[in-house]
């Protein structure tokens, strides 16, 4: 009876242990192809970040030199695609990149600068070569140039307000709004008398050498009075900086280059009744 028992019980330990081994013998199989996964998963990210820093770059870099193949010795194109090609065709394409062409501010900033001016399209009626003569409030009719709105400038300032304005009118789709320009001398006392302190002396008014503006009250202030700020220099036209200091106007723009050159705030240099003119 013993007997019996005894090989019951090793039959069925026998049993246990196969059914270990099987259990250890999946568990391992399991693992092992974790583990073959995790493998392969970093092997494709290894190999995808290899194509992308490596043979990209390689490609892009020898794309220029793809025809030179022609010229080695016993090399026949094409008779087989390199590995780099059967995996990434033909290699990226490197975008052409030309240089901007000059913008048209850049023009406009040698033409102020050099104060030598033609024609303006924008101006096709004022012609600065021209020249101009007269006295402050007196300037000769073929110095001053209509810049619409019924003012006037002398013929230089005149071309280079009208390529600002045209500028202007591109950003905010209307002329720059003026409220006065070239002042006659009658005009001058005019205005010394409603105005006062404000209005420089008769025949001594930079307005009266048709060399400044003002605008109307709009456009000195705000996006319209910022954006003048910013780019008027570069056709010659300031706020000066007395208006912004011991007068406040930020209304009055003056022609820079036509009053450095006459030298208009050297001290002594004004004389009312002096004739000036361009060659002088």
Same mark, same amino acid.
């Given at each position: ?74 090399? %026949?194109? #094409?008779? !087989?695609?390199?590995? &780099? =090609?059967?995996?990434?065709?033909? *290699?990226?394409?490197?975008?052409? $990149? +030309? ?58 300032? %005149?071309? #280079?307000? !009208?390529?600002?304005? &045209? =500028?202007?009118?591109?950003?905010? *789709?209307?002329?720059?709004?003026? $409220? +006065? ?100």
């Amino acid at each position: 009876m013993s007997t019996a028992a005894d090989a019951h019980a090793q039959a069925h330990a026998h049993g246990s242990r196969k059914h270990r081994r099987q259990l250890q013998t999946q568990e391992i199989q399991v693992r092992t192809t974790h583990r073959r996964r995790k493998v392969l998963t970093r092997s494709g990210v290894l190999a995808g970040f290899a194509l992308a820093m490596v043979v990209y770059p390689v490609m892009g870099t020898l794309a220029p030199y793809a025809g030179a193949v022609e010229d080695l010795p016993g090399v %026949a194109e #094409a008779e !087989a695609p390199s590995t &780099a =090609r059967a995996l990434l065709g033909d *290699g990226p394409q490197l975008l052409e $990149s +030309d240089l901007p062409l000059p913008d048209p501010d850049s023009a406009s900033a040698a033409l102020a600068a050099s104060q030598t001016f033609t024609v303006s399209s924008n101006l096709p009626d004022c012609d600065p070569s021209l020249g101009w003569e007269g006295r402050n409030g007196r300037l000769t009719e073929d110095s001053l140039c209509s810049i619409g709105g019924g003012e006037q400038l002398r013929n230089d300032a %005149a071309v #280079a307000f !009208a390529e600002l304005n &045209a =500028r202007f009118k591109e950003e905010f *789709g209307r002329d720059i709004c003026l $409220s +006065d320009s070239y002042r006659t001398l009658s005009g001058q006392y005019a205005t010394k008398a409603s105005r006062g302190w404000l209005a420089a002396t008769p025949g001594k008014s930079v307005h009266g050498w048709g060399l400044a503006i003002d605008l109307c009250r709009g456009d000195s202030r705000g996006a319209t009075k910022a954006w003048l700020e910013e780019n008027g220099r570069t056709w010659g036209w300031v706020n000066p900086g007395w208006a912004k200091s011991s007068k406040w106007e930020p209304w009055h723009w003056e022609y820079l280059p036509g009053t450095d050159r006459m030298g208009v705030y050297e001290s002594g240099y004004w004389s009312a009744g002096d004739v000036y003119r361009s060659s002088d």
